[in-house]
């Protein structure tokens, strides 16, 4: 499947970005990072709003007419759980897309973006060396 590198090369987008926020809060200067993470922030949804749609539009209908039972069967699994993980980010994004928020709650928003990250990093994780290698 020719989109898997286009795939892998979103990944490492969206992998950028997170360490890009991780850094700029591990600095602890929301007062003066906080437009950068929000930007950043905003920028990440938009990465992954790109490569969802790519799966949705180009991998996982091809999967689900694999003749491959295990395929067919993964996407299901992917696609669905990716839907849960891109509610939580969402969800996240709305309560920290702007400085302002991000400083009305700082402790809550290093908290949640620790949970967040390590929901996405483990997805990129297990679509790069299991669902993709399958591909």
């Not at 906080?34 to 938009?46: E, P, R, S």
Request: net charge neutral.
């Amino acid at each position: 499947m020719s989109n898997v590198e286009s795939l892998r090369r979103q990944h490492l987008d969206v992998l950028e970005i997170v360490d890009n926020i991780d850094l700029l809060i591990k600095k602890s200067e929301f007062e003066v990072n906080g437009n950068d993470i929000a930007k950043n922030i905003n920028l990440l949804a938009g990465k992954l709003n790109i490569h969802l749609s790519t799966e949705d539009k180009f991998m996982y209908p091809k999967l689900r007419e694999s003749s491959d039972d295990n395929l067919r069967k993964l996407a299901e699994e992917y696609s669905s759980e990716m839907g849960h993980i891109f509610q939580t980010f969402s969800q996240y994004k709305e309560r920290y897309n702007t400085r302002t928020k991000i400083l009305s709650s700082p402790e809550d928003f290093k908290k949640d973006t620790i949970e967040v990250f390590k929901v996405l990093r483990k997805r990129i994780n297990k679509e790069d060396k299991e669902l993709y290698n399958l591909i």
